[in-house]
C-alpha cells in the first residue's frame, strides 16, 4: 500500500524525494499518513478536495482485498 501511494503521488508534486508515507496501525485499523512539501500539499488535495478524495479512493479500493482491517489515508504537515 505505501508503495502504491508514493507511485500516485510523487508524479502530482514538485518535489517527489520529499514525499512520504508513514504507517499506523492497530488491532483494527492501518492509517497511512501521508506527507509532502509545504508546496505540494495543495497539489495533492486539488480543487476541492478531488485529487485527495481520488486517491483516497483508490487506496480504499486496494486495501479492501488486501487488508481485512478498516483503511484510512491522512494527508498531514
Not at 505540494?40 to 488486501?66: C, L
Request: proline share 4%.
Amino acid at each position: 500500500m505505501k508503495q502504491l501511494i508514493e507511485t500516485i503521488v510523487k508524479p502530482l508534486v514538485d518535489y517527489p524525494e520529499e514525499v512520504r508515507v508513514d504507517i499506523d496501525e492497530n488491532a483494527s485499523r492501518i492509517v497511512y499518513k501521508l506527507s509532502v512539501h509545504p508546496e505540494d500539499t495543495g497539489k495533492v488535495i486539488g480543487k476541492q478536495g478531488r485529487v485527495a478524495k481520488a486517491v483516497r479512493s483508490i487506496v480504499y479500493s486496494a486495501a479492501g482485498s488486501y487488508h481485512k482491517k478498516k483503511t484510512y489515508l491522512d494527508i498531514v504537515d
